[in-house]
């Protein structure tokens, strides 16, 4: 079946600007987790879901970065007024749930964000 | 406060050969999940092994194998007879399953090369 999709694959975009990425879980997956990735680094918590509430958003940086899952299915983070330092790659990944068993994580290729 | 550290940023490994990757962990959660993830430099990351920490028995996978010493705190990935495709950035995680969250914290990673 399907993996987990991103789109767009990159996104340039200017200082201020305001920048929505996609994240099309797998089919059935009830739980779905953002991650920014930065060179050299490993994946950065940013908030996840089960279902369509946020269940821990503790991992978003600020009050610019804010994310939704309407339909409990894709999610889309937003980033308002872009700073140069949130160039990174962007990462979603969906699990079956939470539960022991259900928890192992499948992730998308990534959004690679570039702020000029 | 949950904490993945890994020690190699880079290793080497000539092909047939096997190798370790080290991986230790710090959580107060009685309960929780370690994981392996592959980074290749495409940059999907792909999941590899899990090991849960009542599991009885370590964790294998075909050619991986999770040498997980609870007492010890450590969960090292053992990849036997590597491979030229082997050559990637690898990343040890971990979640707990009763502290209330169920985030995942990664490691920087190692980046392993295999070599002809």
């Known amino acids: 079946g399907a993996g987990v999709s991103q789109t767009p694959s990159n996104k340039v975009t200017e200082k201020g600007k305001y920048v929505e990425l996609r994240c099309d879980p797998i089919s059935g997956h009830t739980a779905l987790y953002w991650y920014r990735q930065s060179l050299g680094q490993g994946p950065e918590f940013l908030i996840y879901?089960?279902?369509?509430?946020?269940?821990?958003d503790s991992g978003l940086p600020n009050d610019r970065f804010f994310a939704v899952r309407p339909e409990g299915s894709v999610s889309t983070l937003k980033i308002q007024r872009t700073e140069r330092g949130d160039s990174a790659v962007y990462l979603c990944?969906?699990?079956?749930?939470?539960?022991?068993?259900?928890?192992?994580?499948?992730f998308g290729p990534g959004t690679r964000l570039l702020v000029l | 406060a949950q904490k993945i550290t890994q020690t190699q940023p880079g290793m080497f490994v000539q092909e047939k050969e096997a190798v370790t990757l080290d991986c230790t962990y710090d959580?107060?959660?009685?309960?929780?999940?370690l994981f392996w993830y592959k980074q290749p430099s495409s940059g999907e990351m792909i999941f590899l092994i899990y090991?849960?920490?009542?599991?009885?028995q370590n964790a294998t996978e075909g050619r991986y194998s999770l040498n997980f010493q609870k007492a010890r705190k450590s969960a090292n990935l053992v990849i036997s007879a590597s491979q030229l495709g082997d050559s990637a950035m690898y990343f040890c995680?971990?979640?707990?399953?009763?502290?209330?969250?169920?985030?995942?914290?990664f490691g920087t990673g190692t980046r392993l090369k295999v070599l002809a």
């Open positions: 090991q849960g920490s009542y599991d009885q």
């Open positions: 990944a969906s699990s079956l749930g939470l539960g022991a068993g259900e928890e192992t994580q499948y």
């Open positions: 879901f089960q279902g369509t509430g946020a269940a821990d």
């Open positions: 959580t107060s959660d009685p309960s929780y999940g």
């Open positions: 995680a971990m979640r707990g399953f009763t502290s209330g969250t169920y985030k995942y914290i």
